[in-house]
């Protein structure tokens, strides 16, 4: 099943990522300094997860592929993992579409 996990960085941020049935990351946020934010992060996973139009496909100069996802305002809400293709990155997008309305939530801030 797939879940949104927040954890607290180093640094003392939040940061969520949104995990695929396998576990694998699909999807990774910025640093956020109240846990609030954080949640409201994942929301906006949720609201615009499944308009394309929100992922911003980008090649790096090494070859490899990546994608942001953002708001209505332009403000990045994650970014996924380097790809090796084009075609991975896009898999990639379609299981942020799959997985981002997931409502399952995993806090491992709280011990």
């Known amino acids: 099943m797939a879940k949104f996990v927040v ?3 180093k640094d003392g941020e ?3 990522d949104l995990k695929a049935s396998n576990g694998q990351v699909i999807l990774t946020s910025e640093g956020y ?3 609030a934010s954080c949640m409201n992060g994942i929301e906006s996973v949720r ?3 499944q308009e394309d139009s929100r992922y911003e496909r980008i ?3 090494t070859g490899r592929w990546r994608f942001n ?3 209505s305002n332009g403000q990045v809400i994650g970014v996924s993992e380097a790809y090796e293709s084009k075609a991975g990155m896009e898999n990639g997008i379609e299981s942020v579409k799959k997985n981002g309305q997931t409502q399952d939530v995993e806090d491992s801030t709280v011990s």
């Open 69 to 71: 996802l953002k708001a």
């Open 33 to 35: 300094s109240a846990k």
């Open 14 to 16: 939040f940061q969520f």
């Open 7 to 9: 954890k607290t960085r």
């Open 47 to 49: 609201k615009n997860s």
């Open 59 to 61: 090649e790096a100069s």
